[in-house]
């Protein structure tokens, strides 16, 4: 029998594949959209969680989250609906919104919903797992480089074992100067080239002298300022060369040396 109207073997390959073609495309775009849809819908559910548990943000507290129980504020400032602007990162556990005030000026806030995951990403307040680590990494380098430093005498010893930096950035916060002195001997601590450091005891005033020791030690290393550390009058006050120094401790750039008032 023969077919009325019938295209041609190549015509009829054309069209076949771009029926599928177009199908493809149409099942493609659906699933895009579902997936769209997906993420969309994932975050607001993401969203929800700020709004309906208690979250946590910094305060006046140094050392504590302020705690929200009614969750993220719909309001703050002059943005009456913080819901689209919530951004939910650290999957899940944080969001950031970022609101105007009454003067348009902008402001970010912070929100999380595990006050642990606040004091210590906020305040650097470390969890009590956390303090524990601070404990070992400490007792770990004195261990290590406590037998470096020499103490002229028993007093010397005493008020270098018990004297604490202040941290003025961080005034929640001090270092613990024999603290300082392990982590400025682990920076220097090379099978050729060490620090050790001495301890001398002027008729009260204490003065800390680094000794820089070991074959590869250029010449005249210990005749320049570098050899000359802190130095604590008999009143208790301590001068540095540099003071920089206090505060990338203070932030924990050196390790967690620095402790909690």
Not at 35 to 42: E, L, Q, R, V
Not at 69 to 94: C, E, H
Not at 130 to 156: C, G, M, N, W
Request: hydrophobic share 35%; proline share 8%; aromatic share 8%.
């Amino acid at each position: 029998m023969k077919l009325q109207h019938a295209l041609p073997l190549t015509a009829w390959f054309l069209a076949t594949a771009l029926s599928g073609a177009n199908a493809a495309a149409t099942t493609n775009t659906k699933s895009a959209t579902n997936t769209t849809n997906a993420a969309s819908a994932a975050a607001a559910d993401a969203r929800e969680a700020f709004y309906t548990q208690p979250v946590y943000r910094t305060g006046q507290n140094p050392k504590s989250c302020d705690t929200l129980p009614d969750g993220l504020p719909i309001t703050l400032g002059a943005t009456q609906d913080t819901r689209p602007l919530a951004r939910v990162f650290m999957s899940g556990k944080a969001a950031s919104v970022v609101w105007t005030d009454e003067s348009g000026d902008p402001h970010s806030s912070y929100f999380y919903l595990n006050k642990a995951d606040c004091d210590w990403l906020e305040l650097q307040v470390p969890p009590p797992e956390r303090r524990a680590e601070f404990e070992q990494h400490v007792s770990r380098l004195k261990d290590k480089y406590d037998s470096r430093i020499h103490f002229q005498t028993p007093r010397a010893e005493t008020v270098v074992r018990e004297y604490r930096l202040q941290c003025p950035l961080k005034p929640a916060r001090y270092v613990p100067l024999i603290n300082l002195l392990y982590a400025s001997l682990s920076s220097i601590d090379r099978p050729q080239s060490w620090l050790e450091i001495m301890v001398e005891d002027h008729d009260g005033e204490i003065r800390i002298v680094n000794d820089f020791r070991g074959p590869n030690v250029p010449k005249g290393a210990n005749e320049g300022p570098e050899r000359n550390g802190p130095r604590i009058d008999k009143a208790g006050k301590i001068s540095m060369r540099n003071t920089s120094i206090v505060d990338t401790a203070c932030g924990g750039y050196m390790g967690p040396i620095w402790r909690d008032k």
